[in-house]
């Protein structure tokens, strides 16, 4: 049985506990609406590269002279996968559900005969694949340190993946993240970057008008040479979108669970409390019966 | 009848309005566009955006490159950065 001190003392640190979770979670909702906020200003770049894109290439597409990032290298060998993860934890099973889809596609595609390399971003994706399937690890990008994250480092990924892909080291790249479904749900989606899913001609709003290009360069078709320019800054957008996504992610969830860590702190402290004051009682009560008895005895 | 600009970074929606000839920096030069112009994908260069209201220039914009969609009631730019001049 504690005394009542061992209660005392516990209940003092249950509420600094609960002092730290509730102040971590207000810091998580403020840092979730600049989040938001951000990921809502970036919408308009990627919905008009979009449209773009629609009509330049259903215009090269299948020619053979498509470039790798939007017709791939043709073949399916290889598969890249890139997680993208927090940098930091107590945010319930968010990094962890993206290190799961990840480690299961990965098993999956390999007991299909193909080969899996992954590139982590986020310092979390990447400790719980070294832990799972380390040896698939073929490098990591942290911004660990970094207090927003810009298009400058989306395009640092980007480099690093069209680098890779003019090595011939993968044929197929997917990214991995925590796709915002609202504040208190993250879903965890692969996205195919390479080769590029061309949005639908039809769904472009341009309204069937046919375009006139012109990229200066008298020596190749100008569709190619816009498609060539357009290409990477898509890919380059495609992960900012998925890197303020999981920013944003990763706050909601943050939120959540401080807010649920929170709420069982201050359970906590009620039974706490309660078993301190049955203590006290009993404490109490036995006192006075030892009072009484001895006074009958006298 | 103005045309309608748009002129968007890859971090924000950085202008939305209707201007009455906007120049942009093309890659075979400079390139004035006016409404009713012919459907177009252009690639740009390094260059200023000049808007024009009335006859005046009330807005001038520097971009690193990117790309322009004109279409004839509308002037998209993508810009890959943009700093004011």
Sequence with gaps: MATLKDLRVRITSVKSTQKITSAMKMVAASKLRRAQTQAEAARPYAQRMERMLASLGASVAGSPTAPKLLAGTGGDKVHLLVPVTGERGLAGAFNSNVGRLTRNLARKLESEGKTVKILAVGRKGRDYLRREIGSRLIGDISFAGKKTIGFAEAQEIAARITQLLDDGAFDVCTVVYNRFQSVISQIPTEMRLIPAPLPAEGSASAGGAIYEYEAGDPDEPDQEVILAKLLPQNLAIQIYRALLENSAGFYGAQMTSMDNATRNAGDMIKRLTLNYNRARQANITKELIEIISGAEAV | ?85
């Design chain 2, 1 to 85: 009848m103005p045309v309608d600009l748009e002129i968007v970074s890859p971090e924000k929606l950085l202008l939305s309005r209707p201007v009455d000839m906007v120049v942009i920096p093309a890659a075979e030069g400079e390139m004035g566009v006016l409404p009713q112009h012919a459907p177009m994908i252009v690639l740009l260069q390094e260059g200023v955006i000049r808007l024009y209201e009335g006859n005046r220039v009330t807005e001038s914009l520097r971009v690193s490159g990117g790309f322009a969609e004109v279409t004839p009631t509308r002037v998209t730019v993508l810009a890959d950065t943009v700093t004011p001049v």
